[in-house]
């Protein structure tokens, strides 16, 4: 079965195993073994790990439109999928005291919030709410400044003396990033919660809950 995306004359499928659905099954899967690797102190093993992830998050989109595979089920495993990521690797770099848990608990807090928020909308039968462009850009800081903290930590265990003694600012730069990508996260939240309030005081039969 397909549906047809009105604004952008998108197909749109229900099926369930498709080619970007299984990239993004493999991803989530993949994300406890690095928390482990990553915890237990198997640190260049965990980093590979994160990059096929990070890859992935890129891979699965692309094919969604290059095959024409985009799906219902896809649409909500990539923001899902991304979540994960972002809540699994500040928890594995603050326990090692990579990253401050004050600034790991300002972005999950934040996740855990809007999940429950869009939980409810489904419940609720109300229409899913698109990705704001803020929203994008906070996703798009955060993963680079993840992905920044990533190379630090690469560089202070690979035992080379001129990468270990770069690899502080490699790590301030990072959490510059992971800062105003937080910033931005909280900004797209406060979007979301302006257009869920607007939606939850909609009349249901007057057609004003249309996405």
Known sequence: ?????????????????????????????????????????????AMIILTVV???????????RATGQVSVLGKLLDPLADRVVI?????????????????????VAR????????????????????VNRTGKRATAALFTGMGAISISVVMK?????????????VRITGLVLLGFGAVLYWAAGFLYAREIRRLLRATPGDGSNRA
């Not at 990070?54 to 969604?64: N, Q, R």
């Open 1 to 45: 079965m397909a549906s047809v995306n009105g604004d952008a004359d998108e197909v749109v499928l229900h099926r369930v195993l498709t080619a970007p659905n299984v990239i993004s099954f493999a991803r989530l899967l993949l994300v406890p073994v690095f928390l482990w690797l990553y915890v237990i102190g198997s640190v260049l093993p």
């Open 54 to 64: 990070g890859t992935s998050d890129f891979v699965d989109g692309f094919v969604a």
């Open 87 to 107: 809540i699994a690797v500040l928890v594995a770099y603050s326990i090692k005291g990579t990253v401050p848990w004050w600034l790991s608990s300002v972005i």
């Open 111 to 130: 996740d855990v919030i809007i999940m429950v928020a869009f939980a409810v909308f489904e419940k609720r039968g109300l229409p899913r709410l698109p």
């Open 157 to 169: 265990v690979s035992g080379v003396a001129g990468l270990k003694s770069g690899a502080s600012a």
